[in-house]
C-alpha cells in the first residue's frame, strides 16, 4: 500500500524528529488500496502505525494532539490553536473530480466513490473551477445525526461526518490525515439536509499563523470565500439539479461558532458509538473505540480488508470528465 505520512511524526535514525513541527498526528496513518482505481470495486483502507487496520470514521481521533520536541521551545501562537486543531481525513485532493468519500454503511468504512444511477460520479467543472477548489475531506468521529433538527438551518443533518474544505497551498494526496486549524464554517442546504461545511488550514501551511478566524481568509485568500459559495451552490446544476440553498443567507459563521457545531457532531458520533442512537445503516465497526460495543478483534478487521477484491491496474477515466461547463448567471 502507499505510505501516508503525517510531516511532523517523521523521526531520524538518531531518533531526533524531523521536523520542527510542535503539532504531531498521534499516529501516522496509512492507506491500502483494495480493487482497480476508477471502477465501483475501489476501496482504500486505513492502518495505524503499527500496521493495523482501522476504520478512518471510528478510530482516528478527533482532536489532534500537541507535543514539544525536546530541542525547540513551543511556538506560542496568537490563537489557542489546542481547542481549534484537528485530524481531517482527506477523501478528495484538489483539483481533482472523482467524488471520493468515506463508505459510512461498509465495515471499516474505507473511502470510495459515490455512485450515481449507476455510474462512478464526477463533479463537473463549472468556469472557472477545475474540480474542487479546496482540498476536501472530513473530521473523523463526528457525524450529522439525521434525527437531529438543527436549530439553526432547521433541518435534519446529512447522515455523514462533518465535511471540511482545507484552504492551504499544497496539494494533498486521497487518504492523508493532516491537523488543521479549523476558521469557520458555512451552512450548506442539500436537498433538505443540514451539510456544514468546515472551512480549515492545514497547520503544516507555511502561513497558517495568518490565518485564526474566517475574516483572514477573506483578507488573505480574497475571492476564495466568494468562490466557495458559488462552487457549492452550483456543483450539482449540470446533472440537471437545482442550485443548492444556505443557512445563514449563506454567510460564513466563524471559528467559535464552527468549534461548537463540531463539538455537538462529535457527541452524536459518541452516542451512535454506544448505542444511545440510532445508527440506521451505518457501520460503527472499529478496533480502539473503549466500551463501544461495536469494538472489534484486530484478526477480523485484517480479514474484512482481505476479502476485498484484489488491487488491479486503474480503468481509463471517460473523456466527459474534463468537459468545462458554463453557466448563465
Not at 249 to 260: C, I, L, Y
Amino acid at each position: 500500500g502507499s505510505l501516508r505520512l503525517c510531516r511532523a511524526t517523521l523521526t531520524h535514525c538518531s531518533g531526533r524528529p524531523v521536523a520542527s513541527s510542535r503539532w504531531v498526528s498521534m499516529q501516522a496513518y496509512r492507506t491500502e488500496e483494495r480493487g482497480r482505481p476508477n471502477t465501483a470495486e475501489y476501496r482504500l483502507y486505513f492502518k495505524n502505525s503499527d500496521g493495523k487496520f482501522i476504520s478512518p470514521f471510528h478510530d482516528i481521533p478527533l482532536h489532534a494532539r500537541a507535543e514539544q520536541d525536546s530541542d525547540v521551545p513551543a511556538k506560542k501562537s496568537k490563537s489557542n490553536w489546542d481547542k481549534n486543531v484537528f485530524n481531517m481525513v482527506v477523501e478528495v485532493p484538489r483539483w481533482t473530480n472523482a467524488k471520493m468519500e468515506i463508505a459510512t454503511k461498509e465495515l471499516l468504512n474505507p473511502i470510495k466513490q459515490d455512485i450515481k444511477k449507476g455510474k462512478l460520479r464526477y463533479v463537473s467543472n463549472i468556469f472557472p473551477h477545475k474540480g474542487y477548489i479546496w482540498n476536501y475531506g472530513a473530521l473523523p468521529q463526528t457525524w450529522e445525526d439525521p434525527k437531529h433538527v438543527d436549530n439553526d438551518t432547521k433541518c435534519c443533518g446529512d447522515n455523514d461526518p462533518i465535511d471540511v474544505c482545507e484552504i492551504g497551498s499544497k496539494v494533498c494526496a486521497r487518504g492523508d490525515v493532516i491537523q488543521v486549524k479549523v476558521l469557520g464554517i458555512l451552512a450548506l442546504v442539500d436537498e433538505g439536509e443540514t451539510d456544514w461545511k468546515v472551512i480549515a488550514v492545514n497547520i503544516d501551511d507555511p502561513d497558517a499563523e495568518k490565518f485564526n478566524d474566517i475574516e483572514d481568509v477573506r483578507k488573505h485568500k480574497p475571492g476564495y470565500l466568494e468562490a466557495t459559495v458559488d462552487w457549492l451552490r452550483t456543483y450539482k446544476v449540470p446533472d440537471g439539479k437545482p442550485e443548492n440553498q444556505f443557512g445563514f443567507n449563506g454567510e460564513f459563521k466563524g471559528q467559535d461558532f464552527a468549534v461548537e457545531v463540531i463539538k455537538s457532531t462529535h457527541e452524536y458520533w459518541k452516542n451512535m458509538l454506544h448505542k444511545k442512537s440510532d445508527k440506521g445503516e451505518i457501520e460503527c465497526k472499529n478496533v480502539s473505540v473503549s466500551e463501544s460495543p461495536f469494538c472489534c478483534p484486530e484478526d477480523e478487521a485484517a480479514s474484512i480488508v482481505q476479502s476485498a477484491p484484489s488491487p488491479g491496474s486503474p480503468n481509463k477515466v471517460s473523456s466527459d470528465v474534463d468537459k468545462w461547463h458554463f453557466l448563465n448567471k
